[in-house]
Each structure stands twice: as structure tokens, then as C-alpha cells.
């Protein structure tokens, strides 16, 4: 799920110079608030089918009568939404959000109701109590938002929501690495025995890449790096391989110059 950068967190002018890492007291009190925001409104989808906004003491008939989607991850994952959220705006991020969690569609949906782009995209779910109350109720009902962050959800590139299919994205760039390292070979960007004689330098980079897009276990992490670095090993045997080829075919095609001018 493709993270938005719609939050607008205006700072208020401060009397004391924060240092570059801390966060003022505006812009902590805003980050708190949108979060709380957030995390009320996974809880409406998951359970609200009426009285949006709690405008009158919550009944029975309010609630919907089955509830899917799951709670327990989406303070979690809007949390992290929202720091995402100030880091891209303050240094500029390109930035890409996966969504692990399975049924944890609420969070993602309410960030991109909040900031604007679902209401863009879906006119009709718009940012009022009307389209508030047409959102909750269209959540896990058929035909209309799953629980995971199926493909009608602005920004979002795969069936999200549920780490294996999260996780596929991540395991699929490894399967890039042979292409990636014959690109590099036979444009001349590097040499096949540079890629040799900095195979721990990449041992090391493989695993510490694995460390961060994998689950926090040993076992994950090694079922993608070991993966990888034998495809980093095969893309220079085929890098070798094409290499061999390239200067086989210029050596030929300048004997037959050569034959040529003679």
C-alpha cells in the first residue's frame, strides 16, 4: 500500500529551536489527534453500521450484527502511518507502506479517508457524517470494501493485508538480482571480478536487507537471504556467460573487418 503524504501538519512557531529530530509540542499534539481519529475510525468500520459520530448513547441496533476485520493490529499500523507521514513531508520521501496484517484494512482505509483520496476517488463515501456513515457500512459487506486492502483501495498495487501476499513483494525483488546483476555487467557500470571480491560485503547487505523487509526471526530472514545470494552467485555465471559472448562477437565481427580491407 503506497503510503500518501496528505497529513498537513502546519508547526506553529516555537520561542526555543528544537533540534532537528525532536517534534514540537503543535506538532506532537496533531500527530496525536489525527491518530486517535484514525484509530476511531477502524473501530466504526469494524463494528458501526449507524450513529457514525456517537452523536446520541450508543444502542444495539448501531452495531453491526457480524463483524470481520480485525483490531488488534490497526493502532499498530496507523501509528506507524502517521510518523511515515511526517517523515516523507519533512525530508522528501519516495516511500512505499506494506501492509502485513491480515483484515487490517480499517487502518489503511481510514488514512486515506482522512487525508482526502478516498473521498477523491469515491465521491460518495465523502468527508461528512453522510459519507462516514456509507464507509462504516460498506466495510466487509459484499460487494463493497473487503477486510484487507483489496485492489480498489487508492494507492494500493496488490491484494494487501495479509502477510504472505505482503511478504511476495519482497521475496519477488530478490528473483531481480540476476537481472539486475548482468544489467550492471554488460552496460559496464561493474566487472565480474569486482562482484566476486565483494561477496561478503553483499553476504552482509543481503541479510541486513532480509532483517528489515522479513518477519524478526532467524528463519524468515535466511528462507530470503540464502535465496538471494545464490541468485547473486548465479547472475555472475550469467553475466560470465553473455560476457563471453559480447567479446566473442566484437572479436568476430572485427576479424571481419579486418577480411574486408584486406
Known amino acids: 500500500m503506497t503510503v500518501q503524504t496528505g497529513t498537513e501538519l502546519n508547526v506553529t512557531e516555537q520561542n526555543t529551536q528544537p533540534t532537528p529530530s525532536a517534534l514540537t509540542a ?27 459520530l456517537l452523536r446520541e448513547p450508543l444502542r444495539p441496533e448501531h452495531c453491526k450484527n457480524r463483524l470481520l476485520g480485525h483490531w488488534g493490529s490497526d493502532p499498530g499500523q496507523t501509528f506507524t502511518w502517521v510518523h511515515l507521514n511526517r517523515v516523507i513531508r519533512k525530508f522528501d520521501l519516495n516511500m512505499i507502506y ?42 466487509s459487506f459484499p460487494g463493497q470494501l473487503g477486510s484487507h486492502c483489496t485492489p ?34 554488460w552496460t559496464g557500470f561493474v566487472k565480474i571480478t569486482t562482484l566476486k571480491k565483494n561477496r561478503g560485503l553483499v553476504l552482509l547487505g543481503i541479510f541486513i536487507f532480509a532483517a528489515f523487509v ?49
Not at 489525527?34 to 468500520?45: H, K, L, P, V
Not at 547472475?235 to 571481419?256: C, Q, V, Y
Request: proline residues 6%; aromatic residues 10%; contains cysteine.
Open 214 to 262: 522479513t518477519p524478526p526471526d532467524a528463519v524468515s530472514q535466511s528462507a530470503m537471504a540464502i535465496p538471494m545470494y545464490l541468485l547473486y552467485e548465479i547472475g555472475i555465471i550469467m553475466a560470465g556467460l553473455l560476457l563471453k559472448d559480447k567479446i566473442a562477437a566484437r572479436a568476430k565481427a572485427e576479424e571481419a573487418e579486418r577480411e574486408a580491407g584486406a
Open 98 to 139: 506494506i501492509s502485513g496484517p491480515g483484515h487490517g484494512a480499517p487502518a489503511v482505509l481510514s488514512n486515506c479517508y482522512l487525508e482526502g483520496t478516498y473521498s477523491e476517488i469515491y465521491p460518495e463515501k465523502s468527508q461528512d457524517e453522510g459519507g462516514l456513515l456509507r464507509l462504516f457500512r460498506a466495510f
Open 152 to 185: 480498489e483501495v487508492p494507492g494500493s498495487i496488490h491484494e494487501g493485508g495479509e502477510l504472505g501476499y505482503s511478504l511476495s513483494h519482497a521475496f519477488g525483488a530478490a528473483f531481480e538480482v540476476p537481472v539486475a546483476t548482468v544489467l550492471l555487467v
Open 26 to 52: 503543535d506538532e506532537l499534539r496533531k500527530m496525536d489527534a489525527y491518530w486517535r481519529a484514525c484509530n476511531y475510525m477502524c473501530a466504526g468500520m469494524i463494528y458501526l453500521r449507524d450513529n457514525p
